[in-house]
Nanobody, 126 residues
Framework: QVQLVESGGGLAQAGGSLRLSCGAS????????VGWFRQAPGKEREFVAG????????AYQDSVKGRFTISRDIADRTVYLQMNSLKPEDTAVYYC???????????????????WGQGTQVAVSS
């Protein structure tokens, strides 16, 4: 059973930065689409960013474009979400999700992904 593990959450001030990491136990992300989702209190979980590891193609939610960057390491063992210019509205639990796929592209709905991490809390103070 592949397990996803997130790390890197924490507390940041508005305008600051955090980097989240997502790793898969015992395997690489080669051939996977990996997405980051977030869920704020009282709100539904929403897509933040995603990457298709074979092609480097990426996708972002409009509200994070230009501030967040999703990337992967060269060994495909870790996917990162670099979050800059953080805003209080970025406060949420952030989840890593993955799906093995032969079709290039990144899904932006949570039902498309079949592997999920436990989440990591990000809090941004004003």
């Amino acid at each position: 059973q592949v397990q996803l593990v997130e790390s890197g959450g924490g507390l940041a001030q508005a305008g600051g930065s955090l980097r989240l990491s997502c790793g898969a136990s015992g395997r690489t992300f080669n051939g996977y689409a990996v997405g980051w989702f977030r869920q704020a209190p009282g709100k539904e979980r929403e897509f933040v960013a995603g990457i298709f590891t074979r092609s480097y193609s990426t996708a972002y939610q409009d509200s994070v474009k230009g501030r967040f960057t999703i990337s992967r390491d060269i060994a495909d063992r870790t996917v990162y979400l670099q979050m800059n210019s953080l805003k209080p509205e970025d406060t949420a639990v952030y989840y890593c999700a993955a799906r093995f796929t032969s079709v290039p592209g990144v899904g932006n709905i949570e039902q498309w992904y079949n592997l999920w991490g436990q989440g990591t809390q990000v809090a941004v103070s004003s």
